[in-house]
């Protein structure tokens, strides 16, 4: 099966991309093209995947924030368009969305659960799932993802373990949860679902997990628990709420994807680290 993947230049679309009939687009690399073009259609036609991970998106907090027109033409609007392309195309879309759908005070959430975002990266993904649903394709909600940077620039994984192997200490979070997924089995599972059936919303996400834990996972493993101490979210002034507790359940996914399951982050640290 063709795949094409959205947002080919991003941390989980380098992982995408490394999926056997994958092909990429982003606004950089060799298969160019914005998702706002006005000739997105043509540039899709060209391509003719049978199979799109949409995976593009304005992800930054404070860019969502500051330029609030732009998530919502990038993350609403333009997966509108593209969702209507593959259903008059009879193409499979599978939408990747966001755990920040949810408010964090009635975790953990199952794909039923209320989504009421925070923030307007949050308001703008869930305007764009709607758009993805009624068209009817699938939602895949992933929740924080976590692991080593293959493309440009560092990830938040990477950037604590710079710290960490430089010996500077660090005070993470310990009251703030995520489902946290490395973003090679959140990679995995996207793929599967582009190739397989159902639509409506799937959650991908592991066990609950704060920042603060896994530093200390690393710094352990790095001989340097010292350096972690343990920080709370009102230390850090943020220009929008932040959600508590992001923990989410993946019952659908059980039911999409039987024999599939992510693996901890505890697990795959050794490995990141070798």
């Known amino acids: 099966m063709k795949i094409l993947v959205t947002g080919a230049s991003g941390k989980l679309g380098c992982y995408l991309i490394k999926g056997q009939g994958v092909q990429g687009c982003s606004r950089r690399g060799p298969h160019r093209f914005d ?5 997105l259609e043509s540039h899709l036609e060209a391509i003719g995947p049978q199979a ?15 330029r609030p027109e732009q998530a919502d033409l990038v993350n609403h609007q333009a997966s509108a368009r593209l969702a209507r392309w593959c259903s008059q195309q009879g193409v499979r879309l599978v939408y990747v969305s966001t755990d920040m759908v949810f408010d964090g005070e009635s975790a953990p959430y199952h794909e039923d659960s209320l989504a009421q975002p925070l923030s307007e990266y949050g308001r703008s993904k869930l305007r764009g799932e709607q758009a993805v649903l009624d068209q009817g394709h699938l939602v895949a909600r992933v929740a924080l993802m976590v692991g080593p940077a293959l493309g440009d620039g560092q990830s938040y994984y990477d950037q604590l373990v710079a710290s960490l192997r430089a010996r500077k200490p660090v005070s993470l979070f310990q009251d703030e949860w995520r489902g946290m997924i490395s973003y090679e089995d959140a990679a995995d599972g996207l793929l599967r679902l582009a190739v397989g059936s159902g639509t409506g919303v799937v959650h991908l996400a592991g066990p609950r997990l704060s920042r603060y834990e896994m530093g200390c996972m690393l710094a352990a493993q ?13 230390d850090y002034a943020a220009p ?12 659908r996914r059980e039911e999409l994807l039987p024999e599939w399951q992510p693996r901890t982050v505890e697990q795959q640290i050794p490995a990141w680290l070798a």
């Open 35 to 39: 998702l706002t073009d006005p000739a």
């Open 52 to 66: 799109v991970v949409h995976a593009a998106a304005l992800s930054a907090i404070h860019d969502c924030l500051s």
């Open 222 to 234: 790095l001989g340097a628990p010292e350096l972690v101490s343990a920080g709370q979210r009102s």
């Open 240 to 251: 929008e709420p932040r959600p508590r507790d992001l923990t989410m359940l993946s019952r």
